[in-house]
């Protein structure tokens, strides 16, 4: 049977139509599951529960985020978060508006409706305390009895402490728990693990630690896991099988990632790599001088022979990471801060942000948060505001960043010191009431100082004022330094951070910790050593006493010796002295290496391409000299063109051409050298460190020799070890470090006492015994004569001086004395760009005065004018004088023109309710004022100030006294 051509199936096209089916299958499939796994399955977490989840702007994060993110990639899913407290997410999921919950414990009654994963974290609950203030062994419930505890209220084990009758106090969040545990309102706190842990360290609350499992039962526990409703099965399996998929050590991973870093990468940090123009920038900048407080423990802070603290540790990690080399200066804020602002200095560390800052400052990242709180001996005293504070004296640091709101709302009551450990030994005294301190700052000094009963009664939280966050300042000129320094910052790794963290802010404060006086020596210094019999030979400066030089026999002396000497005790190494008879010939000997180490250097450049240097075990103040009639100076500028000497090859004579080009350096071949040309004055001054100038005009006997002035970069004095000799280095650096810090403190005072033993020849007196009792007899009562003589001599200069600038009737400063200080305090605004402000305060209708009551009544009332104007201006800056009559003028810098107008406010309505009594009758008076405020540029005078507030004045009286005209410039 025939059947036409076109009816016959065609088996290509069969072929073609079975494979075309087959692809549109595939296409579909894929594109289902393409949509199945691009849409978005949302998951709900608590937005405030750190550091398992929250949320920060619009980012999602916290360990439980992590491990949903894991879960999302192995199982091909998108989650997106959505968050909110535990009440409103529980509702949405069981509403079905949420896919997936995460964090849920697995319950029986909850198990009808929702399918559960297995845990990916057991939640434990733990114990907290102070490790300072240790609680003891708890092993049952009732050990907890006779303890203060801290719970989070409303918590759900809260009746079972009930039941046992355990007291406890209860707070609003774990944020607040854990500052009531740091500041010693309760002495344990329970919560979970990782919850306080992280909020521990977050707060740099170093000190606080897990004590043990919360004694708890089954309430002790927590299970997470994640939850998918029952109607969903498929997502649950796809879920489930992605959470099991996540290897074990990874959960924990990021479970340690989040407990001990916050959330931080836990590998060791890549090395840093600068760009060339980095790299560039740094060799050509050379050292930069760096602001370090002296007073500002734990962070910086002098320990007897150098600065030290945890931010001094994160400065030398970054030096290390960058190559940059740093010159210390060290001082207190309110010296560091002009210092810095007028660019003689390059970096300030410590330094809060604060926008008025930002004119002079580029800030680096924060390395450090602490909080500020406030300290007293009163038990029943509770901080939770200025408005508390009100009638208490309160001590706060000058120039901290809070203290302009603190004096605008305390007033008098608020006591500003440039010194940490004075506010704190004035709490001692009962000379304040609070001292407003950051916690660890505080804690130390409570704790140098042996202060019992001190207390905290709350943190200083302002509004608008973030907190003290730790930052490097650096100078506008250094811009680029700012980058270099968050990119090490950024670098320096958990592990780095947790070690310099818990160093300084840790449990038993590691000084000690640190410097035991004990040294261990590898195997490989050992042998090296053994190879060269224990033998290392040394140079030194010979004629740079108090801190080394050489006695008469020929003797190494001086501060270097005490600490060879004690490094020889530590081990078997014999520290051999090379003779040497100027610091030019110790520079070549270790060039040249015929010796392996110089005792007491300063690492500089030029030395560090044949020296290698450990670190500093004494950092000396350099100052500038100069004749007893020359002015003191404000900056190293002032000596522009001037003739100054340095010590030859000094580390500060290549510092200084470096730095200040437009100095007239004059080289001399040694102390002594110097001095004499000073005092020849073939020099208008010489620049050495402060024990060797003291030393050495005491030895020489040139009292007509002075500090003139600091030079902002103080010696920064290590032992210098050949570079071609790597071991030795690590060996003198493990001497350096076991330095305790008893034994730094020790070893200026120990030098002084020994030098003066050194100085009496007994042989001398032996042979003239009798004629030496005699002299020494008239010597004495001479010498204690001529000191009573002096001493009368001083008080009566010191009188005088002081009545010779000083109005006899109201004891303010007269005429001279405005004349010296006014123009003083005049260009310190202008060098500084502080405001000035001086204001002419006249006593309205004086003359009505005298002539009705009589030139008595009329001084008495001029003294007490004076009185409540003394009350008003008391600070470091105010300055008051009697300008003639009834006229007297007040003059200060200020940050704040409207505060000081006010205190100008409120003196005149003082003046104007007070009253002087006189013969039964009650004198009352008034005052008009004039003031004139302004930023001093280089070309404003202070004559144009005084005449200004001088208008002001004549416009007060013009309309109708007793006010206040204001001009500004």
Known sequence: MNC????????????????????????VSASAHSQENTHPITV?????????????????????????????????????????????????????????????????????????????????????????????????????????????????YAERLREFGIEHTSYDSLYSLIRALAFGWVDVIIGPRLTLQYYANEAGFRFLAIAGEAPLGELSREDFRLGVLKSNEALFKRINAGLEQIPEKRILELLERWQEFGGTRLAASEDLVLSPEQRRFIAETGPVRVGLMRDYAPYSFDSGTRIEGLTVDVLHRLSDLTGLQVIPVSGQWVELLPLFRDGEIDVLANMSFRPQRTAFTRYTEPYHTIPNVAFTLDPDLDFNSLADLQGQRVALGSGIYYEKPVRERLGDDARVFTAQDAMFEALARGEVDVVLAALPNGNFWIRELGLTGVRIAGELLLEGLPGEDLRFGVRPGLAPLTDILDQALASISADEMRTIENRWLGASNSRQRSATGEVSLSAGEQQWLEARGYR????????????????????????SAEVFRLFAERTPIRFEVLPTETWQQSMVAARERRCDLLAMAMKTPERSEFMNFTEPYLVAPNVVLGRIEAPFIERVGDLRGQKVGVVEDYAFAELLKERYPSLNLVEVPNEQEGLRRLQRRELDGYITTLPTASHYIQDLGFPELKVIGRIPADWSLSVATRSDEPLLLGIMQKLVASLTIDERRSLESHWRNIQLKQSVDYSLLWQLAIVGALITVLLVYWNRKLGRLNRELAVANETLARLSVTDDLTQLGNRSYFDQEFRKSFQWCQRHHSGFAVAMVDADHFKRINDTHGHE???LCLKAMAEIMRSHFRRETDRLARFGGEEFVVFASFEDRDEFRNRLESLRQAVAHSSVRFQDEEIRMTISIGLATGRPGPEASAAEYLRQADNALYQAKQNGRNRTEVRAI
């Open 857 to 859: 009544a009329g001084d």
């Open 536 to 559: 290392l030979s040394m140079c030194i400066d010979p004629d740079w006493l108090p801190l080394e030089g050489f006695n008469e026999e020929g003797k190494h002396i001086g501060l």
């Open 44 to 156: 709900g977490i608590v937005a405030d529960n750190k550091p398992y989840s929250f949320v920060e702007g619009r980012t999602a994060g916290g360990f439980s985020v992590d491990v949903l993110r894991d879960v999302a990639r192995q199982s091909g899913l998108e989650f997106t978060f959505r968050a909110g407290s535990w009440p409103e997410i529980y509702s949405a999921f069981m509403r079905g508006d949420l896919d997936v919950i995460d964090g849920i414990s697995f319950r029986q009654d909850r198990a009808q409706e929702i399918l559960f994963t297995g845990p990916y974290h057991i939640r434990q609950t733990y114990l907290m305390h102070d490790t300072q203030h240790p609680i003891g062994e708890v092993q049952s419930i009732e050990d907890l009895q006779g303890l203060r505890v801290g719970v989070v209220r409303d918590v759900y």
């Open 4 to 27: 036409p051509a076109h009816s016959l199936p065609n088996p290509f096209v069969s072929v073609a139509l079975f494979v075309l089916l087959a692809i549109t299958g595939l296409l």
